[in-house]
């Protein structure tokens, strides 16, 4: 049976999220771990942009009031609220199940969570079509926007997902609300919040360590592999803590007035591209 491996991280800080999640990768696509699914949680409610998203998209001054921390994400997408949620990171080289590009990935990875929610008693739907043009939400909030691959009940999106792909790998990253605070979404974003929803809204005995487990299960029958429980290697920390001070906590890196940190490979260490 393939092992592929499982990180439950529980709450840490923002940067050092971002900054675990990027040092997985890179290990995973150097071919000194196995495909990782990270699961994690935040240490206070914080902000992520996509990689590209504006910083305007945000209310920073409020965010810097009310000691909300902001960073920016290795991947696409648009802006989340973190909070109460689970989120989780998933790297892999693109090769076996991952051989077929951007849209085959979103598929099968989304087929897993369905599969996990699904065995909740949630009836959700997976998107099959991709959005363009005037029926893209301009919305800086990623759950304003349902895209291919993602999961939604009654309309409202579930999970947020965004990837970050190079030739030999790639990192995706998403959001699972169990509650949103719908006071701090307007405040930070300028925007209502409607149509998002969280799983503790939809399941009112909903437990978390159980949904951790469902998830484990529909991952391994999803893909016919064993998931292994695992802290990051030694190596991986040492890659995060200087992506972490490098990259990560860069005010020029977080406000998108800098390019991005390169780390490419084993022998590499983090700088200013």
């Known amino acids: ?19 675990l ?17 990270r699961l994690y949680g935040w240490d206070r409610q914080s902000v992520s942009l996509g990689s590209f998203q504006k910083i305007s998209d945000i209310d920073l001054r409020y965010c ?5 921390p902001v960073v920016r994400r290795p991947t696409g997408g648009r ?4 909070g109460d949620e689970l989120t989780y990171s998933f790297s892999a080289r693109n090769e076996g199940h991952f051989s077929n590009g951007l849209l085959e990935t979103y598929r099968k990875l989304s087929a897993a969570f369905y599969d996990a929610l699904q065995k909740m008693s949630l009836p959700v739907v997976i998107k099959t ?21 993602e999961l939604s009940l009654n309309g409202k999106k579930l999970i947020g997902s965004a990837q970050k792909r190079w030739q030999d790998g790639f990192l995706q990253q998403g959001s699972i609300p169990y509650s949103i605070d719908y006071g701090k979404v307007r405040m ?11 799983l503790k809204e939809l399941l009112p005995d909903f ?21 292994a429980a ?14 972490y001070s490098e990259k990560h906590l860069n005010r020029d890196w977080i406000e998108g007035a800098a390019k991005p940190v390169s780390f490419y490979n084993k022998n590499e260490t983090p700088k200013r591209a």
Do not use: Q
């Open 1 to 19: 049976m393939t092992v592929w491996r499982l990180i439950d991280s529980g709450p840490c800080n923002a940067a050092y999220n971002m900054a």
């Open 21 to 37: 999640d990027e040092a997985i990768a890179i290990s995973v696509r150097n071919g000194d771990a196995p495909p990782t699914l």
């Open 64 to 68: 810097e009031n009310n000691n909300i």
């Open 79 to 82: 802006g989340i609220l973190h």
């Open 129 to 149: 079509d991709r959005e363009s043009g005037r029926n893209l939400t301009r919305s800086p909030l990623c759950f304003k926007s349902t895209s291919y691959g």
């Open 188 to 198: 930070v974003f300028k925007n209502d919040g409607k149509g998002i929803s969280g």
């Open 207 to 227: 437990n978390r360590e159980i949904f951790k487990r469902r998830i484990k299960s529909a991952f391994e029958e999803v893909f016919d592999i064993t998931l």
């Open 230 to 243: 695992s802290d990051p290697f030694p190596r991986e920390e040492e890659a995060a803590r200087l992506l």
